[in-house]
């Protein structure tokens, strides 16, 4: 909404009545209130009274002269503007009046055009003065509301429990805060503005903070997090994002820290437990599934069908305990990095070869087509755990026949992508919901459909997998369609 303007004011203080009432009639004309004082005491008491922007100011005057109404006038109120009116003779008193002051002067006897033209002017040097002083407010309150909103920012960040470092496109630190200082056992007193390697004792993470402050990860979903510890002792995670500007450049960077050592610690306090736990379950489980075998075969055909039926569900049972024992140690033994491997170099078409053949046997129970697919050349043999590489394909290939309804297709694809072979395990079977695909990878994460409910597994196949690939600094990512299928992937470095 746009404001009107103050109405402005003209007061004319002259003594000769022709003048005034002369000026008054024009400058009413103009669209100005206008007020006339025959004196320069009855001028001053109208100002005391009301507001006039503009004064017409005669020089000559019984009384008080103009000169010195001027002084008071402006004793009174620096902003209003006099206009001296002087007779010729009087024309460097009227100069003198304007080094003192004055905005203009005018010649009596005067036109009524002239008249308007000194009018005019300093109407426009109020406006433009009107205008000049609101942009400055307006520059005031934004000048605030940006100060305000600073205050607000810093107090945010340094308030956060949470390690903040931001960095500019050179990599050097422009902000951090104190639970930053804290986390990195930063001085009190360390100030900003040096490369992030004076700051983070951690080459690769220093390193990534750097890429991504450079432009080098535009892409958000591409920023692995970063896990590292101080002094074995202390364990963070931190985050890096790209500070955009309008023009999409990339102008530094964003980096969280968090402190995960409790986290950590429980962790391990649980994994350990897992293991302790399973290790004594193992033994008695292994003789209990040992004597029901026995039992079961020395009172063959002796038992009702009902006992043997009994007998053989519990032999069922106590083997499905006993791999997930041994799954759970296996996954204990991957995550507190206690997996014993032994790197060889390795033709994955041939392990891969060997795994489809092996498991060919089970997907033709189920009259399923089970395929392997690989380029003609050779492909780069790859350093690694073969024990680990068959866990890896025998599961994915397994839950393939397993989720893949008789009469199925899975294919086994294995080719390069970039500096990285990439193995596909691609079925047509049930599929899984988007919503799973991402927990899936979780412990005991079983998805139960009316498709799936009735076969049997731990939940913790794909958790092992995931563990066995990053092991092996690789990584794995599941695409599914309900009803059509899923492929898994997985990259592995070569070299
Ligand atoms: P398990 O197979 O022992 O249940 P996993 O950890 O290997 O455990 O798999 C977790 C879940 O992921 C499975 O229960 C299943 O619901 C789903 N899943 C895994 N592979 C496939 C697949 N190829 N097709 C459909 N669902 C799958």
């Known amino acids: 909404m746009q404001s009107t303007p103050d109405p402005v004011t003209v007061l004319v203080i002259d003594d000769e009545k022709g003048i005034r009432d002369g000026s008054k009639r024009i400058i009413e004309r103009m ?10 005491e009855a001028g001053l008491d109208i100002l005391g009274r009301a507001d006039a922007s503009v004064v017409l100011l005669d020089l000559k005057m019984p009384g008080i002269d103009g000169m010195e109404v001027l002084k008071r006038i402006q004793a009174m109120d620096r902003d209003i503007l006099v206009i001296i009116i002087t007779g010729f003779a009087t024309i460097e008193t009227a100069i003198e009046a304007m080094k003192r002051g004055a905005y203009d002067f005018i010649p009596k006897p005067f036109e009524p055009d002239q008249l308007r033209i000194v009018v005019n002017r300093a109407m426009d040097k109020l406006s433009l003065k009107r205008a000049a002083e609101k942009l400055e407010n307006e520059r005031r309150r934004t000048l605030a509301d940006l100060g305000t909103e600073r205050t607000r920012i810093h107090t945010i960040i340094d308030s956060l429990p949470n390690g903040i470092v931001v960095t500019n496109a050179d990599g050097k630190v422009v902000l951090m805060n104190p639970a930053f200082g804290r986390l990195m056992d930063l001085p009190p007193d360390c100030a900003s503005g040096e ?26 979903d591409d920023i692995p997090a970063y896990e590292f510890s101080l002094g074995g002792e ?39 437990f897992v ?27 002796q038992l009702s069908a009902s006992d043997e039926h009994l007998l053989s569900r519990a032999k069922e049972k106590t083997q499905g305990l006993i791999s997930t024992i041994g799954d759970l140690l296996d996954l204990s033994r991957i995550e507190s990095g206690n997996i014993c491997q032994e790197l060889k170099p390795i033709q994955l078409e041939e392990l891969l070869d ?11 129970t189920k009259n399923q087509e ?23 394909f025998g599961n994915l290939i397994t839950n393939a026949i397993n989720y893949t309804q008789n009469g199925g297709k899975i294919v086994v694809r294995i080719d390069m992508a970039g500096i990285n072979l990439r193995i596909q395990v691609i079925d047509n079977g049930f599929g899984i919901e988007e919503r799973y695909l991402d927990k899936i990878f979780d412990r005991f994460f079983r998805v139960k459909t009316d498709k799936t409910r009735f076969i049997t597994g731990t939940g913790l196949g794909l958790p092992i997998v ?30």
């Open 370 to 392: 089970l395929v392997l697919e690989h380029p003609q050349a050779p492909l780069p043999t790859i350093k690694a755990d073969p024990l680990a590489l068959e866990s890896v």
């Open 466 to 495: 995931k563990g066995l690939v990053e092991s092996l600094k690789g990584r794995i990512s599941a695409e599914s369609t309900p009803e059509k299928g899923s492929t898994f992937t997985v990259l592995l470095p070569v070299g």
């Open 195 to 220: 490369p992030v390697s004076a700051y983070i004792k951690e080459e690769g993470l220093c390193k990534l903070i750097v890429d991504i402050s450079s432009g080098r990860h535009v892409d958000f």
């Open 31 to 40: 669209g100005y209130n206008t007020l006339t004082a025959e004196s320069g």
């Open 354 to 364: 060997n795994i489809v053949d092996f498991l060919g046997t089970r997907a033709r």
């Open 275 to 301: 293991a302790k736990v399973s290790h004594e379950l193992r033994s008695p489980l292994s003789t209990i599934h040992e004597q029901l075998a026995l039992v079961l075969n020395d009172l063959m055909g």
């Open 234 to 272: 202390r364990f963070f995670m931190a985050r890096g994002r790209p500070v955009l500007g309008e023009r999409k450049e990339c102008l530094g960077a964003v980096v969280t820290i968090v402190d995960i050592t409790n986290m950590k610690v429980l962790d391990r306090l649980k994994s350990e």
